[in-house]
């Protein structure tokens, strides 16, 4: 079974730092582009950072260049998106997917979300 399971949310204060973990099982993990999603009460889903499958390029948002950075590491098969500068606009549900073609996102494999809150 596919599996996606995100870590790492929390409850911040703007200004302040954290760090979302995405581990993966039952795919190829370095055949798949993968990234970050957000959906904030009242809104639609949006795209906030994505990695290619060899990670030689990333996506990202323009509301959040500058101050999150996305990474992948193959050998412990995991996601990560490191948050800084976290502004009350940030808080959402954030969700990793992952998707086959580096030219797309990412869209195949859906994990639960964690819940990121920011305090202003």
């Known amino acids: 079974d596919v599996q996606l399971q995100a870590s790492g949310g929390g409850l911040v204060q703007a200004g302040g730092s954290l760090r979302l973990s995405c581990v993966v099982s039952?795919?190829?993990?370095?055949?798949?582009?993968i990234g970050w999603f957000r959906q904030a009460p009242g809104r639609e889903r949006e795209r906030v950072s994505c990695i290619t499958s060899k990670g030689g390029s990333t996506y990202y948002a323009d509301a959040v260049k500058g101050r999150f950075t996305v990474s992948r590491d193959s050998t412990k098969k995991t996601l990560f998106l490191q948050m800084n500068s976290l502004k009350s606009e940030d808080t959402a549900v954030y969700y990793c997917?992952?998707?086959?073609?580096?030219?797309?996102?990412?869209?195949?494999?859906w994990g639960q979300g964690t819940q990121v809150t920011v305090s202003s």
């Open positions: 039952g795919f190829i993990f370095e055949d798949y582009t």
């Open positions: 997917a992952g998707g086959y073609s580096d030219y797309a996102p990412p869209n195949d494999y």
